[in-house]
């Protein structure tokens, strides 16, 4: 079956360590996303990929990082410069980059800081 | 600007009553627009989607929602609810051009036995 796929599930973190979460899609989707969920705030975008090679910063961009080396996957990797990283991660894909026939969303990494 | 309101943060009704979440929007454009829902730690889900088709979209689990421009609302509705419907809901608006999609801030559905 097609799909998008976070792993890990769960994830933790030591203060001042960087950690990278992965996002998988076998969809043949040109557009991936990456949002910051919490309670109460809706989702936020932090980055976004509509081609390979290439991204472009979301709205909370600071203290993560991206890449998009190959179709399927983009990684986000959140560095020890993000002050508040603990919360609900998820992944996205869409056909194109428009975002018309809308997304296809992963599952979810929560990340704890500890 | 484009933007997405969703009236209400939280809704909670009897099983067996009828739903409603509200969403309004604002674009300079004709929008694609679609609702989302989503279970306590579970990615987001597709309910429906508005693509300048027919204004009355029927979705999945019973759902549907109706655009109206005039209004620029796209209202969930649900004849009857059910106590598994009780999650979050996202209005979400596509704009033309490569930008992402816009989300709404949500709905937390509460649904009483």
């Known amino acids: 079956d097609g799909g998008i796929t976070q792993s890990p599930k769960y994830l933790f973190r030591k203060e001042g360590q960087n950690v990278t979460l992965s996002c998988e899609q076998n969809?043949?989707?040109?557009?991936m996303y990456w949002y910051r969920q919490d309670p109460g705030q809706g989702l936020r975008l932090i980055y976004y990929?509509?081609?390979?090679?290439?991204?472009q910063k979301g709205d909370i961009a600071e203290g993560y990082s991206v890449s998009r080396e190959k179709k399927e996957s983009f990684p986000l990797t959140v560095t020890s410069a993000q002050k508040n990283p603990t919360a609900f991660y998820l992944c996205?894909?869409?056909?194109?980059?428009?975002?018309?026939?809308?997304?296809?969303f992963g599952s979810g990494t929560r990340l704890t800081v500890v | 600007a484009q933007s997405v309101t969703q009236l209400d943060s939280h809704v909670s009704v009897s099983e067996g009553t009828p739903v409603l979440l509200r969403c309004n929007y604002s674009?300079?454009?004709?929008?694609?627009l679609f609702w989302y829902v989503q279970h306590p730690n579970k990615g987001l889900q597709l309910l429906l989607k508005?693509?300048?088709?027919?204004?009355l979209v029927k979705g999945i689990n019973g759902f549907e929602a109706e655009f109206k421009k005039s209004e620029t609302s796209f209202h969930l509705t649900k004849p009857s609810a059910h106590m598994s419907d009780a999650a979050e809901y996202f209005c979400?608006?596509?704009?033309?051009?490569?930008?992402?999609?816009?989300f709404g801030k949500g709905t937390r559905l509460s649904v009483i036995a």
């Open positions: 508005y693509t300048s088709a027919a204004t």
């Open positions: 990929s509509q081609i390979v090679n290439d991204f």
């Open positions: 674009s300079s454009y004709s929008p694609s």
């Open positions: 969809l043949n989707h040109d557009a």
């Open positions: 996205a894909s869409s056909l194109t980059g428009t975002g018309d026939d809308g997304y296809t």
């Open positions: 979400v608006v596509s704009l033309s051009g490569n930008t992402p999609l816009v």
